[in-house]
């Protein structure tokens, strides 16, 4: 994709001497942006039609090219293959999510429905449905709010206040208006309008630790006088993501049909917002973490061991310092190469801690730190540390359908296992039917031989153990796959 920018307008008006000018640039952003969005609206079906667009069901089907998620740190990249549901009502703040499909050793099908005080969320493979305490129709609605440009029109026109015109630049040999976007949740989107035909073909937003995300918005076609896209790619820092082509897709029709839970799934406890939390699982272990993000660590003797490398790494060792004030870090250990998994990297290296990876993510891990001259430490197929008193041991498990090459931790004084993404703990209810990664995980616990009563993750609060882990092999899924 060749995007050139240009020299904004704004830039200009700076360089001007008269204070004026200066002064009146925010007035100047937003009243140009209104320009903008008023014609873009006109083109993707007018003011009135939008405001008439009330609800909104779809399915679609995705190619997710696993950048950063693959089973080897380089390209070519895996892919895998989605289906999905989707059913919005905007009046009502009602929004229903489906998805299932495979791919990164797993194999899901799930949901969402938001609905106030009915709002549930639905695991047909663990035959599940668990009430949400606190629902938010604008964090669940928000992805496929900003996949669809009408939708991305109306916020225009609920928030165009908010809105500023960032300049002009150039998109595939096409020259754009490039305003800007604040929804109720995320960061802000950079929408580019093209100045001859009125239609948002691009859209990019920042995603820090991860970097660029942009979005082309393709094939448009009237539907009851609204213009939707007909297919959509993602792009991560230029690189293919996501290929979206829409099925279906229609206007204004009930979707009262698809807010009741299915008969065959068993209520469980509800989920509650996962906030930051401390777990000391045994004498000088705490799990710590939120917000579905946990990390382990360890006090030793004269220092403390970190095992994760999640985004919430940082508040995590916050958290800690409350525990163990005065003991450094000197091992931050990251299971895997995944793009969610080595963010804590940065603050590892800020630590002055020894960073534990593969040989084979050595490039990948240098950038995740943000510092060339980070210290790393390599691991083969084993790595034990020790104080003499306390021992942790490092066991690469891979390759798996996860990730070629894959840590998981071992206490073995404290019986405990620390994992990610190979033993999948809901919030709520029972542990699901083992995927093919949870299949391999179990095989090389077989095979290791480890005596462990503890089992705990990067991806939940929950504590399994043993029978966790035969049960979920054991357990047929109630449903493997299937539509709305």
Known sequence: MNTKFLIPAASVLLMLSNPLLAESLPLKSVNKAGEVIDAAVEAHGGAEALAGLKTMVREAEFINFRTGQSRNPGPPYDTSHTQSFNAVDLENDIFVARNWGEG????????????????????????TAAPLAEPDFDTQSGPFIRVTPALLMKQLQDRRGQSNWLGEAEVDGRMHDVITLVMAVGPALALYIDQETHMLTHMERALP????????FQDYTMI???AFNQKFNLYVNGEDNLV?????LKTNVPVDQYLQVPGNLEKVAAITPDEMSTNEIDEGVFLIGGNGTYALFVEMEDHVVAVGGTQTVPASIK??????????????????????????????????????????????????????????????????LTDGNKTIEFYNIGPTPHAENILIAYLPGEGIIFEADHFPQPASGVIPAAVPATMAFAKALDQLDLEY????????????????????????????????
């Open 319 to 384: 958290e800690m310092r409350k525990e163990i004030p005065d003991k450094p870090i000197k091992y931050g250990v990251l299971t895997h190469h995944h793009n969610d998994h080595t963010p804590g990297a940065a603050a590892y290296a800020q630590e002055g801690a020894t960073i534990v990876t593969f040989k084979e993510n050595e490039t990948l891990v240098r950038t995740a730190a943000g510092d060339e001259n980070a210290k790393l430490e390599f691991v083969d197929e084993k790595m034990t």
């Open 453 to 484: 009563t503890k089992l705990v993750g990067a991806h939940s609060a929950r504590i399994a153990g043993p029978a966790d882990v035969e049960s979920a092999i054991s357990r047929q899924p109630v449903s493997a796959t299937g539509g709305n």
């Open 209 to 216: 630790p991860f970097g660029q995300v942009e979005y082309s």
């Open 244 to 248: 979206i082509d829409i099925k279906s």
């Open 224 to 226: 009851d006088g609204i």
């Open 104 to 127: 990164g050793g797993y194999v899901f099908n799930q949901g969402t429905i938001i609905n106030d005080e009915n709002s549930w969320q639905l695991n047909y493979r663990s035959g």
